[in-house]
Nanobody, 111 residues
Framework: QVPLLESGGGLVQPGGSLRLSCAGS????????MGWYRQIPGKQRELVAFITRDGVTRYGDSIKGRFTISRDNAKNTMYLQMNSLKPEDTAVYYC?????WGKGTLVTVSS
């Protein structure tokens, strides 16, 4: 089983929305902090947002006010609601918990 599995990526027009999911094969309550990162080819991976087990959230400056991170410990799933998407949001989005990384899901924002 893949410890963390992302889904929900795809092609969307500028201004559109997507919701990414990160499903854990074990209880995500084991992880105090979980996060979403993204990477554009040729650039460093950057933090998008993280959320603690208690629901405290922090966001990267480039996406504040547009993205919302959440987690449902009962469903072992973390989410990233992305609104008002811009072409510069195009990247592979990765789910992270501690030293565990998902394989990523590609988000492409283009008309």
């Amino acid at each position: 089983q893949v410890p963390l599995l992302e889904s929900g990526g795809g092609l969307v027009q500028p201004g559109g929305s997507l919701r990414l999911s990160c499903a854990g094969s074990e209880s995500i309550s084991n992880f105090y902090v979980m996060g979403w990162y993204r990477q554009i080819p040729g650039k460093q991976r950057e933090l998008v947002a993280f959320i603690t087990r208690d629901g405290v959230t922090r966001y990267g400056d480039s996406i504040k006010g547009r993205f919302t991170i959440s987690r449902d410990n009962a469903k072992n799933t973390m989410y990233l609601q992305m609104n008002s998407l811009k072409p510069e949001d195009t990247a592979v989005y990765y789910c992270n918990a501690g030293i565990i990384w998902g394989k990523g899901t590609l988000v492409t924002v283009s008309s």
